[in-house]
């Protein structure tokens, strides 16, 4: 300790403290200085400054984020049973239909089409019919329906 004192007592180790203060004394003004505003009555928010949990020490994963996740995939459409028999009324896209050699054909079609609930499938006249919402059943032997359905995701 009396070797500190005559040091401190010298003119150069006077200086050296002297010094040594001024340092941390900047240190610590760099720290905490703010850039004043660019220009009169111009608010400059703080910048956020990330940080972890306090009960464990801060590593690189637990100041920057995660990326995004991709966004889940959506659940295949497929179209329910050819309904045999059946006509599904009503709901038309249009005035005309359109040609499909059979009713599968027509199923893909209406399973294809983003607008499409439903399809009827006239089959004397190999006529397709895509429906908006899904008409009620009713029996006709020369008709082929079937119905729109979402898969649950595997």
């Known amino acids: 300790m009396r070797s500190f004192l005559k040091f ?3 003119t150069a180790g006077l200086l050296t403290a002297i010094s040594a203060l001024i340092v941390a ?9 703010h850039p004043e505003p660019s220009g009169p009555g111009t608010y400059v928010p703080p910048v956020p400054v990330p940080y972890a949990s306090t009960s464990q020490p801060a590593t690189p994963a637990s100041i920057i984020p995660a990326p995004p996740q991709p966004a889940a995939k959506p659940a295949p459409v497929v179209m329910g049973q050819l309904e045999a028999g059946i006509n599904r009324q009503g709901n038309d896209f249009d005035a005309f239909g359109k040609h499909a050699d059979n009713a599968q054909l027509c199923a893909e079609m209406c399973r294809t089409d983003k607008a499409c609930d439903a399809m009827t499938f006239v089959i004397s006249r190999n006529t397709c019919w895509l429906k908006h919402g899904v008409p009620d059943p009713s029996q006709d032997n020369n008709m082929t329906s ?4 979402e898969q649950p995701a595997p």
């Open 8 to 10: 401190i007592n010298s």
């Open 25 to 33: 004394v900047g240190g610590l003004v760099a720290l905490n200085h």
């Open 146 to 149: 079937a119905v729109k359905v």
